[in-house]
């Protein structure tokens, strides 16, 4: 009887991150202290498709900030523990210079950054644990997302599988979640078909590329940020591009304005 009743939660199902199955809490993406707070429009890819196709897409309309019950309690609070306040202190860093710029971003713009003290491999794996919340689980083990994540100091990641890239992004062009999709880049003679997901959680945005053999240009890669040790604070640059969306009511993977000429 009990058992039933669990099985009719909508929250029942299987963890993102270690695969068990049980009751599911909300994953804030990205973590609540890092502006996460307000109401969000929640698209999966393949709502954004059937929107594209003229269907309204369906959202949930969540009160919590952006999110997805996605993590069993223990991996909700291990991530919590381990990786996020590394990325809330980055991600509010960031927006604090934002806001000291006297001329608003353009579409396009490069910003140098150098970080001091700065926990790289936790932050990245911040990123990671987000992007699994959109993943099928069969995905992040296939990707060892899994391992990566449950061990706490673990930098291991098989860069042949994944591109991992990062972009700006302004508060109004916000909150865009799209599980993997297909999105066809056209070459000189041919059109490939490459596998994105694409997280956009103001003040940043991430590309996840699981198909590296097709690369993509918009923001830089941040693959370099698994090379560090769990405790090393590192001293880095990063470039980064701020980019817009074409279409803010079309929440599709890389649906960036077209980049001014170089
Ligand atoms: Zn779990």
Same mark, same amino acid.
């Given at each position: 009887?009990?058992?039933?009743?669990?099985?009719?939660?909508?929250?029942?199902?299987?963890?993102?991150?270690?695969?068990?199955?049980?009751?599911?809490?909300?994953?804030?993406?990205?973590?609540?202290?890092?502006?996460?707070?307000?109401?969000?429009?929640?698209?999966?890819?393949?709502?954004?498709?059937?929107?594209?196709?003229?269907?309204?897409?369906?959202?949930?309309?969540?009160?919590?900030?952006?999110?997805?019950?996605?993590?069993?309690?223990?991996?909700?609070?291990?991530?919590?523990?381990?990786?996020?306040?590394?990325?809330?202190?980055?991600?509010?860093?960031?927006?604090?210079?934002?806001?000291? /710029?006297?001329?608003? =971003?353009?579409?396009?713009?490069?910003? &140098?950054?150098?970080? +001091?003290?700065?926990?790289? %491999?936790?932050?990245?794996?911040?990123?990671?644990?987000?992007?699994?919340?959109?993943?099928?689980?069969?995905?992040?083990?296939?990707? /060892?997302?899994?391992? =990566?994540?449950?061990?706490?100091?673990? &930098?291991?990641?098989? +860069?042949?599988?994944?591109? %991992?890239?990062?972009?700006?992004?302004?508060?109004?062009?916000?909150?865009?979640?799209?599980?993997?999709?297909?999105?066809?880049?056209?070459?000189?003679?041919?059109?490939?078909?490459?596998?994105?997901?694409?997280?956009?959680?103001?003040?940043?945005?991430?590309?996840?590329?699981?198909?590296?053999?097709?690369?993509?240009?918009?923001?830089?890669?941040?693959?370099?940020?698994?090379?560090?040790?769990?405790?090393?604070?590192?001293?880095?640059?990063?470039?980064?591009?701020?980019?817009?969306?074409?279409?803010?009511?079309?929440?599709?993977?890389?649906?960036?304005?077209?980049?001014?000429?170089?």
């Amino acid at each position: 009887m009990k058992n039933n009743n669990l099985k009719k939660n909508n929250h029942y199902g299987v963890c993102h991150i270690c695969g068990k199955t049980g009751m599911l809490t909300f994953e804030h993406i990205p973590p609540k202290k890092a502006y996460n707070w307000e109401r969000a429009k929640i698209y999966n890819g393949y709502e954004a498709l059937s929107k594209s196709q003229g269907e309204p897409a369906r959202y949930s309309n969540s009160q919590q900030g952006m999110g997805k019950y996605s993590l069993c309690q223990s991996c909700n609070n291990n991530t919590g523990t381990w990786y996020a306040q590394a990325y809330c202190d980055f991600a509010m860093d960031v927006i604090k210079s934002l806001h000291k /710029g006297d001329q608003p =971003l353009k579409h396009g713009d490069i910003i &140098n950054y150098r970080f +001091k003290d700065c926990p790289a %491999l936790q932050i990245v794996k911040q990123v990671i644990a987000m992007f699994c919340s959109l993943l099928p689980y069969h995905e992040v083990k296939r990707l /060892g997302f899994d391992r =990566l994540l449950l061990e706490q100091k673990s &930098n291991t990641v098989d +860069k042949e599988l994944f591109d %991992l890239r990062m972009y700006l992004t302004s508060v109004e062009n916000g909150q865009v979640m799209c599980g993997p999709t297909a999105v066809l880049i056209k070459k000189p003679n041919s059109i490939e078909a490459s596998w994105v997901s694409d997280l956009s959680v103001y003040p940043f945005g991430f590309i996840l590329n699981l198909t590296p053999e097709i690369p993509v240009n918009y923001g830089g890669s941040i693959m370099d940020m698994f090379d560090v040790d769990y405790d090393d604070k590192c001293e880095f640059e990063l470039t980064l591009q701020y980019l817009e969306r074409s279409n803010n009511a079309l929440p599709l993977p890389l649906m960036f304005k077209e980049l001014p000429n170089k």
